[in-house]
């Protein structure tokens, strides 16, 4: 066995691998990968004419302007920018809303019962009462506020400026 390299070996084998026959397991790595290419392994590199005839079993054929619309429509990053693009009509109607005066309105009610069995009397001591009752009392009570900020240095423009400028962001995102 012959044991120098010719120029070919040497070139194709630069870093051989450790232990014996390193070039010689990268060739065979090499012509491996060929063959499972040529042969239409799982890098999808078969031969168009089985294609076709898969096509004509009822396999759907995809134009590329079909594939590309299936391959958006299915992409996540796609449908989070649409998923965003919902939720911001909400923060909209939100940045519209800071326009409003707020209104507030409570309802409160109360009642209490109670025994006085003892007093002060008039000259400062306490003094028994001979026959104590039950004195109730009741309370309601309504609130209602509204509150509208006059001036506020145009912040609610801005805030509404802010959110318009993200969606058009985001449609724009959304059709590329």
């Not at 391959?71 to 809303?97: C, I, K």
């Not at 104590?132 to 009392?137: A, C, L, Q, R």
Request: glycine share 12%; aromatic share 6%.
């Amino acid at each position: 066995m012959n044991t120098t390299k010719t120029n070919d070996e040497q070139r194709s084998c630069v870093r051989p691998t450790a232990g014996a026959g390193g070039c010689k397991s990268l060739r065979r790595l090499a012509t491996g990968v060929s063959i499972l290419l040529l042969a239409g392994g799982p890098a999808g590199g078969g031969n168009v004419l089985a294609q076709q005839m898969e096509a004509g079993r009822g396999a759907t054929v995809l134009t590329l302007r079909q594939a590309l619309n299936l391959a958006v429509e299915h992409n996540p990053q796609y449908r989070q920018t649409v998923n965003r693009l919902d939720l911001l009509g909400l923060e909209q109607r939100q940045g519209w809303g800071a326009f409003l005066p707020s209104v507030d309105a409570r309802y409160s009610t109360g009642q209490a019962l109670r025994r006085d069995v003892s007093w002060i009397g008039f000259d400062g001591r306490p003094a028994q009462n001979p026959s104590p009752e039950w004195v109730g009392s009741s309370s309601a009570r309504m609130d209602l506020y509204v509150n509208f900020e006059v001036f506020d240095g145009g912040r609610r423009f801005r805030e509404r400026d802010r959110i318009r400028a993200k969606v058009r962001a985001d449609r724009l995102n959304a059709r590329v």
